[in-house]
């Protein structure tokens, strides 16, 4: 007697293998789960700088005063804001004196912090050390440098005049009490905070030039200046102009500096965009001409910015 065994196949349907995944649930999925990883950057950039932006041009169209903090009462005057800065005649001199400080500021910061990154791309004893100095004014608070170098600068009591007095050069040089200086000591002390910057990102960018072109070069009988004009700066050229466009961006809007050294003074002869939207904004509590100074100001930091990103882009290209 024989025994047949009949074995029944099973479905692959109802077993629940090879059933193919839906390519449209799977894109959705990995779509949600890049906008999860997003979504907390989105919200913080919309709630920290696009409703400030957004308040700050909505208020320069409004007759903002302190009595709206309590009444919510601010009423659309179209234009008169951007007619009364325009037309003031302190506005065109902080716009010339912006210009100034940032133009100067940058020049000095510059050409000292790349003097500065070339002598220290060299070996030598104590060159950790002496860099590391050298950050000190970069890691000093704003607020502190301005104070303790109003005390160095003080006409009567400074250390520099007395000094100067010591060596016969005359002690008594109104650094920041004269209209004609205190622009001129502003941008030094600046130049002098923002040296450390530029030299740690150009010491950098000299770190990345290939040494056999400086052996090539010697190996031709190149001097050093051509050396230094031929290979350095044009290997340089992307590190200078990120230097160039950050330490504009931040030099452009700096208050706290102008503010511990003169407070915007003598006769506003230090007066910026930035101290002015501090002024009008928080001194005379026109919050809508303060709102205008600071769109402008925004606006200025804006050009520059795009044209980092366009640099940086046609860079990577």
């Known amino acids: 007697m024989t025994t047949s065994t009949v074995t029944t196949p099973v479905s692959a349907q109802t077993s629940g293998k090879g059933t193919a995944p839906d390519p449209a649930r799977q894109r959705l999925r990995r779509r949600l789960a890049q906008w999860g990883f997003v979504a907390p950057a989105v919200v913080f950039m919309l709630l920290f700088f696009g409703y400030p932006l957004v308040r700050n041009i909505v208020m320069s169209f409004q007759h903002y005063t302190p009595k709206t903090f309590f009444t919510g009462e601010a009423p659309f005057n179209g234009t008169d804001n951007w007619s009364s800065v325009f037309q003031d005649v302190l506005f065109g001199k902080a716009l010339w004196h912006t210009l100034v400080f940032t133009a100067g500021s940058l020049l000095g910061q510059f050409c000292i912090g790349l003097a500065l990154a070339v002598f220290f791309n060299r070996r030598f004893p104590l060159n950790g050390v002496l860099r590391s100095l050298i950050l000190l004014p970069w890691l000093v608070p704003m607020v502190v440098s301005g104070i303790v170098w109003r005390r160095i600068l003080d006409q009567d009591t400074g250390v520099l005049n007395t000094f100067l007095d ?74 200078i102009t990120v230097v160039l466009v950050l330490g504009f961006m931040s030099t452009v809007k700096i208050l706290d500096l102008i503010l511990a050294l003169t407070d915007g003074g003598p006769a506003d002869a230090t007066q910026t965009l930035g101290t002015l939207t501090y002024q009008n904004s928080f001194v005379e509590l026109d919050f809508g001409a303060g709102a205008v100074v600071g769109n402008v100001l925004i606006l200025i930091s804006a050009v520059f910015a795009v044209f980092y990103l366009r640099a940086n882009r046609t860079e990577g290209k």
């Open 166 to 239: 010591t060596l016969g050069l005359g002690g008594q040089t109104p650094w920041l009490t004269s209209p004609d200086m205190a622009l001129l000591s502003v941008i030094l002390v600046n130049i002098w905070i923002g040296i450390p910057f530029n030299m740690v990102i150009l010491y950098g960018g000299l770190q990345e030039i290939p040494k056999e072109l400086y052996e090539a070069s010697a190996l031709d009988g190149a001097s050093a200046w051509r050396t230094f004009r031929s290979i350095t700066l044009p290997m340089l050229k992307p590190v």
